[in-house]
């Protein structure tokens, strides 16, 4: 989700490194969607933007990519349809509740798909609806459908990105949390990652690591 991941995405589908990558044994999953319009607000949709940068070039089949089901019968992440469900069981269906590599973007918060600082969520589910209020989200209180931290945690690997100036300070903050402690940190990116510390791998470019301010 989010603009972070595009430039893996675009580089998947034109570098030449990944020219004999096995799309035809590959199955593409979300970790979050905004729970918005694609017609109104295409932009802001998660698979909009990850079928733009990436789908619309390479040999997937189409059965191969599993769109979270946003909008069902009743319209928007309606709770009558249980589109969480619905996509807890296709995962289940597909034996695919453990995933090879998730790829996930850090926000300013530290936030990773839609599992937010202050989120609670039922710890046995695997897909979750969020309400999200606050500052910095484009569309205030808009509903997310997203991944939990039980689905993302036990990924054989993590990769997670952490990208320009803005986000100094989450890293920060992340430099001075101690694994050791008895204390959880109350960023979901580290709280996802430390579950399983050997299988996360970070990407933090020089923006982030070092502020020019």
């Keep these: ?42 932009k802001l ?18 059965y191969h990519v599993h769109r979270m089901p946003v909008r069902l019968a009743h319209g928007l992440c309606s709770g009558t ?27 300013t918060d530290g936030h990773v798909a839609s599992l937010f600082p202050g989120n609670t969520q039922n710890k046995e589910q695997l897909v979750s609806v969020v309400y999200r209020s606050g500052l910095n989200t484009e569309l205030p209180g808009v509903q997310r459908m997203t991944l939990t931290h039980k689905a993302l945690a036990q990924a054989h690997k993590l990769f997670l990105f952490i990208h320009g100036e803005a ?10 949390f101690s694994p050791q402690s008895n204390s959880e940190s109350s960023l979901p990116a580290l709280q996802v990652a430390t579950e399983n510390p050997e299988r996360a791998v970070w990407f933090i470019d020089n923006a982030a690591l070092i502020s020019s301010s």
């Design 167 to 176: 986000k100094h300070s989450v890293v920060q903050e992340m430099k001075i």
């Design 45 to 62: 949709s998660n698979f909009v933007q990850l079928s733009l940068a990436l789908l619309q070039f390479i040999p997937i089949p189409a």
């Design 81 to 107: 349809d249980q589109g969480g469900k619905v996509y807890g069981s296709e995962l289940d269906a597909w034996n695919a509740t453990r995933f090879d590599v998730v790829v996930l973007g850090v926000g």
């Design 1 to 42: 989700g989010g603009n972070t991941p595009l430039p893996l995405f675009r580089a998947l589908a034109f570098d030449e490194t990944f020219i004999n990558f096995p799309w035809q044994y590959t199955h593409v999953w979300q970790a979050d969607e905004r729970c918005v319009s694609e017609r109104t607000h295409g």
